[in-house]
């Protein structure tokens, strides 16, 4: 069975630092990964996808994620936080084994303080 | 820029009423998807459409039926509302494919007293 884990409810950064939310998965054959950003009082928004191919994903907004099959991680990273990147932020998987589910995490609410 | 609208950001029903949360999406996408979103549950898969008329029960479906007569429009019903449906309402559409990105309309904020 596919499942999603985010291991942080919450990520704290200061503005101009680096920041990293966690990701981790599991499915039953290769994953589709993808991350989502919620605004306050919005729907989601996508940022980045993996399929294939090249290990780092680059995204919108400057953020970037790391696939790592050894340790089933795909993390979002970013070399500088801002303030206006605090949101809800969703990794979600879906596997290519022909299911229609794409399966999301909790949530990693991330705070940027200025 | 793909549009998904939702009928209502927010809404206030009773226990018992029957609710129609409607979707509309404007970009010929063949799959839709109702969601509901609570806190540390992450967001959840009610139902999903892959064509007019079609419709696979996704995680909790219970207590909500769908409906998609039209390919841009996906009706999610709650027959008989009940204080444990209060929810983040969100639905969203994409087109047929293992890896292609969901779009998301605004959602629909439902308290049932």
């Known amino acids: 069975a596919q499942s999603v884990a985010q291991p942080e409810d919450q990520v704290n950064v200061a503005e101009g630092n680096p920041l990293t939310v966690k990701c981790t998965y599991s499915?039953?054959?290769?994953?589709?990964l993808f991350w989502y950003v919620q605004y306050p009082n919005r729907g989601l928004q996508f940022l980045l996808k993996?399929?294939?191919?090249?290990?780092l994903v680059k995204g919108s907004y400057g953020f970037e994620a790391e696939f790592n099959k050894s340790q089933t991680s795909f993390h979002l990273k970013k070399p500088s936080a801002l303030v206006s990147d605090s949101a809800l932020y969703f990794c979600?998987?879906?596997?290519?084994?022909?299911?229609?589910?794409?399966?999301f995490g909790a949530g990693t609410r991330l705070f940027v303080k200025a | 820029d793909v549009k998904v609208t939702q009928s209502s950001r927010y809404l206030v029903k009773r226990t018992g009423e029957k609710v129609f949360l409607e979707c509309v999406q404007d970009?010929?996408?063949?799959?839709m998807f109702w969601y509901r979103q609570d806190p540390g549950l992450g967001l959840r898969l009610i139902y999903f459409?892959?064509?007019?008329?079609?419709?696979e029960k996704g995680d909790i479906p219970e207590g909500y039926s769908v409906s998609r007569e039209k390919k841009e429009r996906f009706s999610l019903i709650l027959e008989s509302a009940s204080t444990n449906q209060t929810s983040m309402y969100l639905c969203a559409s994409n087109m047929a494919g293992e890896a292609e990105t969901q779009y998301f309309g605004p959602g629909t904020r439902l308290l049932v007293l």
């Open positions: 459409s892959y064509d007019v008329k079609m419709k």
């Open positions: 993996y399929i294939t191919g090249d290990n």
């Open positions: 979600a998987v879906r596997d290519d084994t022909g299911g229609f589910k794409t399966i």
């Open positions: 499915v039953s054959g290769n994953p589709y």
């Open positions: 970009m010929d996408h063949e799959n």
